[in-house]
């Protein structure tokens, strides 16, 4: 299987740069797998194609604002994006990041990059070929002034810096556990309003945290795609989740992934009977044509780069032929794409 298989052409001027007025006014293409049907809505109705005793499950990871800007010593401009803290707040272990480093010359170890607010950031050393461990010091509560010194990290194809808009459009309503580099974008068309009206309809809703990371806007740089070997990212799954998810497929409903970052969790976290295991650890699971699902009846995402592993993802649920044909017809029918586009339901 070839990555290229994965190819589409997309007019520059259908990405999304920004999001729509109202997160909800966003356009809905769903798709019926055993039909090969094809139909275009809008995302405030999505409730049509929902039932009661369905459970959407939802990612409430929180986008953190990871990208920051200081200067070296000498001057020159720095951009610090930040990866993943690590984790232990022993002292050695305090304010301690693996980070991405932007700069007009190669940093240093050992060199030193004034921040917002006095902070000071130190390279400490190479993580990896393409990171680095970074200590910040001069703030007591660190996460309290990343909100306010740090912009949020929205998708580089967007081709625009980040703007105060983003650091509420960029982030979904229900979002609650800070942690992510990338928002998981399926979720950014729920408003409050909706989930209620859905929840009232007998619609249950379910959380799981995955903690978006920098792999997925990572070209393959394979040509064959059973060579790639993807990204891992952190995730925890409550146990009242597991349950919602067993007492829904007891009862006969559909499991519905928001996102395939929600997906990917639950496939991940399910044994080889489709039963969901509660708990943290960190996925890693490449889903491509070919893979069965255990667990995930229906899919709630977003219009994807051409050659991504979220692409192949979505193939795999619904059908390569069928969603490139899908493609094809979202660009005719002027669809908006990517983490500010539309939306797609497949069932």
């Known amino acids: 299987m070839l990555v290229s298989d994965f190819h589409y052409e997309l007019p520059d001027d259908l990405i999304a740069r920004y999001p729509a007025p109202h997160r909800d006014s966003s356009r809905l293409m769903v798709l019926t797998r055993q039909q090969g049907q094809i139909e275009e809505s809008t995302f405030n109705r999505i409730g049509s194609w929902l ?92 996460d309290a002034w990343l909100q306010q010194a740090g912009e949020m990290p929205i998708p580089p194809y967007l081709g625009r810096p980040g703007e105060e808009l983003d650091r509420v459009r960029y982030q979904t309503v229900y979002a609650a556990e800070p942690g992510a580099v990338a928002a998981p974008t399926a979720g950014l068309h729920f408003t409050p309003q909706l989930l209620e009206t859905l929840c009232r309809n007998g619609i249950a809703t379910a959380q799981l945290t995955l903690h978006v990371g920098l792999g997925t806007f990572q070209p393959l740089r394979v040509a064959r795609v059973q060579e790639h070997r993807i990204h891992r990212e952190r995730y925890l799954i409550p146990a009242a989740t597991a349950a919602a998810v067993a007492a829904t497929k007891t009862a006969g409903g559909r499991v519905i992934a928001v996102g395939t970052t929600a997906a990917r969790t639950l496939e991940y976290a399910a044994d080889d009977n489709g039963s969901l295991q509660p708990g943290k650890g960190e996925a890693d699971i490449f889903i491509y044509p070919g893979y069965r699902f255990k667990v995930v009846d229906a899919l709630l995402t977003n219009f994807h780069l051409p050659e991504s592993t979220l692409l192949m993802l979505v193939s795999a649920f619904a059908g390569q032929d069928f969603v490139m044909r899908a493609y094809r017809r979202a660009v005719e029918q002027r669809f908006r794409f990517y983490s500010y586009g539309d939306a797609m339901l497949i069932l």
């Open 51 to 142: 039932s009661p005793g369905d459970l959407l499950v939802l990612n409430d990871t929180r986008v953190i604002p990871a990208r920051l800007f200081g200067a070296k010593e000498t001057g020159g401009r720095v951009e610090i994006f930040l990866v993943e803290g690590q984790g232990s707040r022993a002292k050695e272990q305090e304010n301690l990041w693996r980070c991405m480093l932007r700069s007009s010359k190669p940093c240093k170890i050992g060199q030193q990059v004034a921040l917002a607010d006095g902070v000071t950031a130190e390279i400490l050393g190479r993580d990896g070929e393409q990171q680095w461990l970074v200590r910040f010091f001069g703030i007591d509560d660190f």
